[in-house]
């Protein structure tokens, strides 16, 4: 089945700074990959997604990139600010979404 | 958009009993739904996959006899927990799409159990 890694389990990154969160999966037939940002005890939120006929997505500060050859998929976060402080997962979605591990993003004023 | 409403967000039950989580669709039908478990700190593990009108496709390790899931209808679907025990504690959150392979999920609010 699908496996889904996430780096890094934390990060630590000064207000304005950009922060970068990168997973790899398994399955090759996975063709839709979400980003979740979860506050503690809350459902995750998505943040942005890419589907796998395309190699790159912006919203606003966030960027998410998707290389189908290496099957890695990266979030970017420009200008963070203290309330991007939270946990984010990817997912990679076959007929199911699995989770990536986690990343504690945590910006600092 | 699309709503799914997961009841209830908290329980607290003794160790033995069962308990029933609820999961609606509000606004759409839900072919498909899925059950993840969290534990602290920790990622959300799929438990189980549920169709309606079918049995549930359980992941490797989640006992089906304990976790038993029923998708009775488009727009609910049920998690009961069976002689709950505390390692079962944990934070329980449902997931809806529309048709599985499609993505566009949408998440209820979570059940936060505590079985003491």
């Known amino acids: 089945g699908e496996n889904v890694e996430q780096h890094p389990s934390t990060l630590s990154v000064q207000e304005g700074d950009s922060a970068v969160i990168k997973c790899t999966y398994s399955?090759?037939?996975?063709?839709?990959f979400p980003w979740y940002k979860q506050e503690l005890g809350k459902r995750p939120q998505l943040i942005i997604d890419?589907?796998?006929?395309?190699g790159e997505k912006k919203d606003q500060r966030i960027a998410v990139t998707l290389n189908k050859t290496a099957k890695h998929f990266s979030l970017h976060i420009t200008e963070t600010q203290p309330e991007d402080s939270a946990v984010y997962f990817c997912?990679?979605?076959?007929?199911?979404?699995?989770f990536g591990t986690g990343t504690r993003l945590q910006v600092f004023p | 958009g699309a709503v799914v409403s997961q009841h209830p967000s908290w329980v607290i039950c003794k160790s033995g009993t069962s308990v029933k989580i609820e999961c609606r669709s509000l606004?759409?039908?839900?072919?498909?739904m899925f059950w993840y478990r969290q534990f602290p700190k920790q990622s959300l593990m799929l438990m189980a996959t549920?169709?309606?009108?079918?049995?549930?496709?359980?992941e490797q390790g989640v006992e089906k006899d304990k976790f038993l899931i029923n998708h009775a209808s488009l727009t609910l679907s049920t998690l009961t927990v069976t002689s709950a025990h505390p390692e079962d504690s944990s934070f329980y959150i449902c997931?809806?799409?529309?048709?599985?392979?499609?993505?566009?999920?949408?998440f209820g609010s979570g059940t936060r159990l505590t079985v003491v």
């Open positions: 890419i589907r796998s006929n395309v």
């Open positions: 606004d759409f039908q839900a072919t498909t």
């Open positions: 399955d090759s037939a996975s063709n839709y």
């Open positions: 549920s169709n309606e009108g079918s049995k549930a496709t359980y």
């Open positions: 997931s809806a799409s529309q048709g599985a392979g499609l993505g566009g999920y949408t």
């Open positions: 997912a990679a979605n076959t007929d199911k979404l699995i």
